[in-house]
Every structure is written in C-alpha cells, then in structure tokens.
C-alpha cells in the first residue's frame, strides 16, 4: 500500500461524515445572527485548545450548528446578513489588505487514465485535443514567467501514462522539477495535486512518504489542495468512482503535512452535494488543519472555492445540474459560509475568477474573502470545461480590483509572505 497506515487509521478519524438528519440542532431555530455567533464562540472553545477535535461533544455541537448555517433559508435579509458578518470575520482575522500572487500555471498534459464525471480537460491519447507539452517548451515558458515578475510556478496535470522517465514516474517528476528550477531560478514550485502524488506513488511501487521526500528533494515547494472535490463519499461514488477516496484525500494531506509542506484547499461546489456534504467537507477541512497546528506543521495556507462549470462538462453531470455557469448569488452565499465555519482555522479565502470571473470573484471580497489567487498566465482545465472568466490577468487588473473596493492591496508570495515593492 502507498498510503502509510498510521496515516490512513489517522485520516479515518479526522474525516467527518456528512451529518444526518438526526443531527437536526436547536440553533435551527435561532435567528441567523445568534446562530452564527453560537459558531463564533464554539470556535473560540477550540482554538488552540489541548482538546483534541476527536469527533467528541464539541464537534458534533459543531457539525449541528454548521449544518443549521448551511440549511438556513436565503433571502435577501439572510444574505445580507451572512455578508456583513462573513466581511467582518474577514477584517478581525486578516485585515482589509487583498492580496494576490503573480504566477504561471502550466497544465503539463490533459492525457488521463481516469474518466471523472465533471471533468471536460482530459482526453485519451488519440482523441482531438490530447496534449501533452515537451520539456523544452515548458521551460521557456518557465523562463518568460520569471522574466514577466512571476514568483510562482503551478504545475496541474491529468494522469498521463508516459509521463515516465526510464520507466518511473517519480523520476519524470523529479527531473521536471529539477529542470524548471534551472529554467527560472527561485521560483516557487506548486505542485502536484493529491491525485497525482498518489498516482506517483502507485506506478512506482513506492510509498507515498519516499515520493514526498523525493520531490521535496527535488523543489517541491508546496502542494495544491486539488481533486478534493466533494469530501463525502456518496458524493464522490457518484461524481468520480475511480478517484481517490475522501479518505485516501485526507490521508495523503496528512502525509504532505507530516513532511513539512503546506498546501491549499478546495471545494467544488455547485452541483450534486448537499448542505450535509459542505459541512463534512469544510469540518474535514477543519480537523485537518488542527491536526497539523497540534503537530506544529503549517497545514493549508488558504481555502478556494471552486465553483462547478458545467457548460462543457460530461453529458450525464451537466444534464443533472442543469447550469452551465456557477450561480453567483449562491456560490457568494457559500463564500460567506465557508469563511464563518473555517473561521479562525483556515484564514486566507480566495474566490476563482477564472470560475467566476473577475468582477464577481471582487464581489467575494464583500463576502469574506482577502485574496484574489494568481496571474495564471495561462488555464486550461477550467477553460476547457466552459468557464467565462478567461485565462489570465494581469497584475494591474487584480489590483484595480481590490483599489475599487477601497481595499489595499499587495502582491504576495505563495505562502502569504511578503513580496518586496507592489505594496499600495
Ligand atoms: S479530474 Fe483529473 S483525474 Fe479526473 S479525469 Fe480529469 S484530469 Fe483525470
């Protein structure tokens, strides 16, 4: 097994199941405001406490009040409401300063082995277009981000069969990442979705630890907080059977944390999940990053909301959904929610605009969030699905962005560290 399996018991108790109707709480029938500070002061119990968030009376108080959050009506009164007290969580936690990072994705290959239900980017080999980028030419375009003021790399890709190197995928992964470091000296390399780490692992033969400790090695700087989809299993048997398990997403996290690396996290929102399966997302989210504060690691270093792109999605999912384009009101909703259940945990959020586009991903600024992601450069996996909110931005226009909020801003590092001048 590639997984370790302390890691594995460990990601069996962190992971929280989508709580059922028996988890029906009396804060149903508080008014939103009291609800939502009910939230506020069970997070202030937790936070940095000594007691372990194991599954005991506090997270299941927890659960039961996200999942009133979650289930209450919305209206504009709620709306509103969920706004100004997500926007203020927002201020008490980080401030009013947005940032952003300028960066460069290079999606390696759309070639897959697997076939998930939302997924419009991969193709088999021989279908119109399959791609798959050479080396050279992924190290002049690592070369021309540095020289355009990029501080990051951000390297996604399906899982594509010959991405080998004398036989080894590890090996393939490792030279890449050697190979881009030459290219762009000091560049940070994001990198390597779960799925991907996973899939490295069980093509070698390895364990998940020694390709961990390999890229690492080799560059590996930090690691998106991708292929989490939905953290419930009935979500995922229906959504992507063949990807790794909420419980195999979580056990990997844990891995990445043990070792030392940060990562992001994820939520794709807006199709088949439930309120039940958002809580158990965003509370596994929550356990996760407990579990490495105790361990004095850095954990997740923010949380993205990704919304569903159906436009060209597969036939069966977008049919079910019956939306080509996220809905704003209800992904800005959610936004909000998510920044008052992760509350003091996860506290940098960060809207897609490439999902959104750009003028509503500023409006999530309203709704909780600080951050405004990456220049990109390029994108192709959402692009690929339909999304309207283009490929890339430029440094100035996520700038303009957040100035027209009345927001200060600065561009940041991958981490949230400082990045000399660009600071309004
Ligand atoms: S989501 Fe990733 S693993 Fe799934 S089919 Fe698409 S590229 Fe492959």
Redesign the pocket.
Known sequence: MSLCPEAWHEAGDLLVHPPGPESAHPGRQLPLSDLIAAIEALQGQNIGGADPFDGGAASAELAGLALALLQHPSNPASRKTLRTRADARRRELVGDTVTYVVNRNLNTS?I?????G??A??RDAAEPGAYRLDRAELLVRAAEARQRGATELCLQ???DPEARLQGSHLAWAEALLTDLQQAAPGLHLHAF?P?ELLFFAEQDGLPLDTVLRRLQAAGLGSVPGT?AEVLSEPVRRLI?P??LSARAWVTVMLQVHRCGLASTSTLMAGHIESAADRVAHLLTLVALQRWAWQHQRSGFSEFVLLPFIGAAAPAALRRRVGRDQPDATAMLTLTAQARLLLGPWIVHHQPSWVKLTLPVAAEALRWGCDDLGGTLMEEH?TTMAGASGGTAQTPEALRQAALALGRPVRQRSTLYGLVAAAVA
């Not at 897959?112 to 998930?116: E, I, Q, S, V």
């Open positions: 759309n897959c082995t697997l076939r998930c939302f997924c980017f991969r890709a399906a899982l979705s799925q292929a992507c063949e990807k996996i």
